[in-house]
């Protein structure tokens, strides 16, 4: 049985997911640095060149390498500019289940990325590597990330009480942590049936990447 997913990229339509490079570690700076990543992820701020570089050039290819799940920058076909990134993680091989969180730069929020990004990536976990499951977490404020679940196919299975930290700005504009629910989305092979490759979209972010 394979404890690693494969080196490949993914393309659709307007997509390409592909491995990321030090060539992206302008884009990814701007994008981490953007308040709503802040505010719903774990991502350090402020996000320098030096953790961009870090996680294009060792923490995302490890992913692969060491089993633990597979991490794609998104971009455009056409323009090669960075989207975003659909990160796979806390993948268990035995039971054929994976976790899904994603990220999408503030300029391409609106374009429906989001979700042609997260269906391909599912489309391919349950069709070429003969996945069982994607389970998706979001915090109980991200509508946005929520949306991008319901328009996948994604089931709600439940709330986890105050099982995450987000950010939020306080009255003298610094990052306050705060305590928030968890709610628990699965996403199964058979559920994909009669979701659409082109969604509409707000854009969204999933916590529980680990940024760090």
């Known amino acids: 049985m394979a404890s690693t997913f494969p080196n490949i990229s993914i393309s659709t339509?307007?997509?390409?997911?592909?491995?990321?490079?030090e060539d992206d570690t302008s884009a990814l700076v701007e994008m981490m640095n953007d308040e709503q990543v802040i505010a719903w992820?774990?991502?350090?701020?402020?996000?320098?060149?030096?953790?961009a570089r870090r996680w294009a050039t060792q923490l995302a290819p490890a992913e692969r390498t060491e089993g633990r799940g597979i991490v794609f920058a998104v971009t455009e076909f056409l323009t090669q500019r960075l989207v975003g990134i659909v990160h796979l993680q806390n993948t268990d091989w035995r039971v054929r289940s994976s976790e899904i969180a994603y990220v999408i730069a503030p300029w391409a929020r609106g374009e429906g990325y989001a979700s042609e990004a997260a269906l391909v990536t599912a489309q391919w976990l349950f069709q070429d590597q003969k996945f069982e499951r994607l389970e998706l977490r979001t915090a109980a404020d991200n509508t946005a990330s929520q949306q991008v679940a319901q328009k996948i196919g994604c089931i709600s299975e439940g709330i986890l009480r105050n099982a995450w930290i987000a950010r939020a700005r306080t009255g003298d504009g610094e990052w306050a942590d705060v305590r928030t629910d968890v709610i628990v989305w699965s996403l199964l092979p058979e559920d994909l049936a009669g979701v659409s490759e082109q969604l509409a979209d707000t854009g969204g972010f999933t916590s529980f990447t680990d940024w760090n």
């Open 13 to 21: 339509e307007r997509l390409v997911l592909r491995p990321f490079d």
């Open 41 to 51: 992820t774990s991502v350090p701020h402020p996000y320098t060149e030096a953790d």
